[in-house]
């Protein structure tokens, strides 16, 4: 069982910045791959980047890419997201997720943190 907890979302400009934060309960979090998700009002989920146990390997979605860097502390038991050069269409629930295996689907999920861009 891993619970998930996500902090770090809030109103930012258009072209800020701003760092999500998720911080996991479980002794075996470097088990896990990690991942953020989002998720629009009246659109379905996009699973935006994601991170191996170690790591060495990340994705992102296109709509990210270049923008948005993942990264991970074993240590802290924590999973960052930055976020750059943000625009208006990245406003959305922001959820972190954990995944017991490297690219299969994510088993447990954080309540979500809200994240605004204005224009």
């Known amino acids: 069982q891993v619970h998930l907890v996500e902090s770090g979302g809030g109103l930012v400009q258009a072209g800020g910045s701003l760092r999500l934060s998720c911080a996991a309960s479980?002794?075996?979090?470097?088990?896990?791959?990690m991942g953020w998700c989002r998720q629009a009002p009246g659109k379905e989920r996009e699973c935006v980047a994601r991170i191996t146990w170690s790591g060495d390997n990340t994705y992102y979605a296109d709509s990210i890419k270049g923008r948005f860097t993942i990264s991970r502390d074993n240590a802290k038991n924590t999973v960052y997201l930055q976020m750059n050069n943000l625009k208006p269409e990245d406003t959305a629930v922001y959820y972190c997720?954990?995944?017991?295996?490297?690219?299969?689907?994510?088993?447990?999920w954080g309540q979500g943190t809200q994240v605004t861009v204005s224009s």
């Open positions: 997720a954990a995944a017991p295996m490297s690219t299969g689907p994510y088993d447990y």
């Open positions: 479980s002794r075996t979090f470097s088990w896990y791959a």
